[in-house]
């Protein structure tokens, strides 16, 4: 569905490539990962896989044709994305919210009619956020908020879904939920997945495939257990880890300094 | 139900702004009487077409700089927008016809002056910035104004110190068909970028993903909010906070969808005019205060209460 091929991007100006021989093949049911340090690239190769950035070299193809010449509004009903940041300088409840995502189906003087209101229950409900839509965005907590934003995206009906750090102020059981949900979404409705975060571990239990960005430059694309090696982490991390295994997924510890190393 | 009751007060206020006035008009005379027909109607169809332009700039820019406190005034249109009025006038190109295309023009130039300064870096416009940017080159378009105006001769003068605070006493019939030639366009043109307008309240980003064309959007919206106050200040100088109260007003009815919001903004915008023009008409009859000092008078307490409301 949203391929890159060699991509290459620097940002006018800028004394480095942004992005260097970047490849990845978003495919149906599958869950994607992107990991790496801070100014790695993640947002970026994100800006270039939806056409916002026209890459300098290589491909970035959504559904065979280049992502920069997609219309935005075509490109919605196909691909949805939660964006690390929005605004809410103006008070809004959470159904009209959602409904935003109906916009790009519907025709320039026509309200919205049943199927789009149908469409906006549905996406509340498989986000286990029935009972939040008429209560006020502001009202909500951030994994409650998160939830919302992640049925505005489904209420386009894409068949692509791109989470960029969606629990990155999360506790922990809203983050679990968060990645349970974003699974059980690929698994059931066959979607294609693409997910930027710092949670290497959490990735690593979730994910099918993994790539690793290092200063713009891809450090390692596969299977988790294909990527995720102690050199790999330490490499691209700089940090000393160990790799333990759990169900049969790699999982990441941080080593302290003095005390876990001889 | 809300639809009726906006239309009932319209109504109401239209009424009103024939029936009072300095002159008393008996009853019987008021379909005859010529002060009624060739003042007091145009003046205040004139009222409500500038206060509907105003708001619905107003909302199309709030919604633009993703800032609630935007208005045509704070951003700087208006005073561009006068400043090219002035310019045109003091140039002996003040023609009933002419008079909007200069202001219009001033209105633009405001714009892509306070955009490049609201401009941080080459990244997003910052709505607060674009805000102080908006105020700074409102006050220096003002300042040049009246310069202008002390400058000038003394009927030359009389006529554009209307511009520098607002006045309907101007209206006659012409300047009603004026600006009802102006305004169906640019109206037209932002009620067909509501749903983008909807979407921008969110980010350039978000909305983007959301399936808006940005970029031609917030020029189309630029474009029609610097028209629509080009033509308000052209027959009426400049008015401010219209434009900022009455979006605000409209949302706790109207929520804020722009296809909803807009039209609703535009009868709102249109009976705050007229119901301040009525005020300065009749308050201290049988002199006249400019209606932009009553909308100033009233405007200005509700902005403060906004921003704290917004604030905290």
């Known amino acids: 569905m949203l391929t890159l091929a060699d991509v290459r991007y620097r940002y006018p100006g800028a004394a480095r490539d942004a992005l260097h021989g970047v490849s990845l093949d978003a495919r149906p049911g599958e869950l994607h990962a992107i990991l790496g340090p801070n100014g790695s690239g993640k947002t970026t190769l994100l800006r ?114 791109v989470l960029d750090e969606p629990t990155a102020s999360l506790d922990l059981r809203h983050e679990m939920d968060l990645f349970e949900l974003v699974r059980d979404l690929v698994d059931r409705e066959n979607l294609s997945a693409i997910l930027i975060t710092h949670h290497v571990n959490l990735a690593a239990r979730f994910a099918d495939r993994v790539l690793l960005l290092a200063a713009g430059r891809p450090a390692g694309a596969g299977t988790p257990a294909e990527v995720l090696s102690r050199d790999a982490a330490e490499r691209v991390f700089e940090w000393p880890v160990e790799i333990q295994q759990f169900d049969a997924r790699p999982q990441m510890v941080p080593l302290r300094k003095r005390k876990d190393r001889p | 139900m809300k639809a009726l009751a906006l239309g009932g007060l319209a109504a109401l206020v239209l009424a009103l702004a024939v029936i009072l006035g300095p002159t008393h008009v008996a009853w019987a005379d008021l379909s005859t009487s010529p002060v009624v027909r060739d003042l007091r109607v145009p ?59 200069a202001a219009f023009a001033g209105a633009l130039a405001a714009t892509a002056l306070v955009s490049r300064l609201g401009l941080v870096a080459d990244a997003e416009l910052d709505p607060r910035v674009l805000l102080l940017a908006g105020v700074a080159v409102g006050a220096f378009a003002g300042a040049v104004m009246t310069a202008i105006v002390s400058l000038s001769d003394a009927v030359e003068l009389r006529n554009a110190f209307l511009w520098l605070w607002g006045g309907l006493s101007g209206a006659s019939w012409l300047t009603v068909l004026v600006i009802a030639v102006y305004l169906p366009l640019p109206l037209i043109v932002l009620y067909a970028s509501a749903r983008s307008l909807d979407l921008l309240a969110l980010g350039e980003e978000p909305a983007r993903h959301l399936g808006a064309e940005v970029t031609p959007v917030k020029r189309r919206v630029y474009l029609a909010a610097s028209a629509l106050t080009g033509a308000a200040v052209a027959v009426s100088g400049v008015i401010g906070f219209v434009g900022l109260i009455v979006p605000h007003l409209m949302r706790f009815g109207w929520g804020h969808r722009h296809r909803a919001l807009l039209p609703a903004s535009f009868v709102g915008g249109g009976i705050l005019l007229v119901a301040a023009d009525i005020l300065a008409r009749v308050a201290v009859a049988p002199r006249e205060l400019p209606v932009g000092i009553v909308t100033a008078l009233v405007g200005v307490p509700l902005f403060a209460l906004l921003l704290r409301r917004w604030t905290t």
Not at chain 1, 61 to 87: C, F
Not at chain 1, 117 to 131: G, K
């Open chain 1, 48 to 161: 270039v896989a939806l056409g916002l950035l026209r890459p300098d070299a290589g491909r970035a193809r959504i559904a065979g044709r280049p992502a920069h010449l997609w219309p935005r509004r075509e490109l919605a009903k196909i691909v949805g994305v939660v964006p690390q940041r929005e605004e809410t300088a103006f008070p809004q409840r959470v159904r009209e919210s959602v409904l935003l995502g109906r916009y790009p189906h519907l025709s320039l003087w026509r309200g919205e009619g049943a199927a789009d209101r149908a469409a906006v229950t549905s996406a509340l409900e498989r986000c286990d956020a029935a009972d939040l839509a008429d209560r006020w965005i502001a009202t909500l907590s951030g994994g409650e908020y998160q939830r919302v934003r992640l049925a505005r995206a489904l209420a386009q009906e894409p068949s692509v879904l």
């Open chain 2, 43 to 101: 003046r205040a169809l004139l009222a409500f077409l500038v206060g509907g332009a105003l708001a619905v700039s107003g909302a199309s820019l709030q919604a633009l700089v993703r800032n609630p406190l935007a208005d045509p005034f704070l951003l700087g249109l208006s005073g561009g927008a006068g400043l090219g009025a002035v310019l045109a006038i003091a140039g002996h190109l003040s023609g009933p016809g002419a008079l909007p295309l």
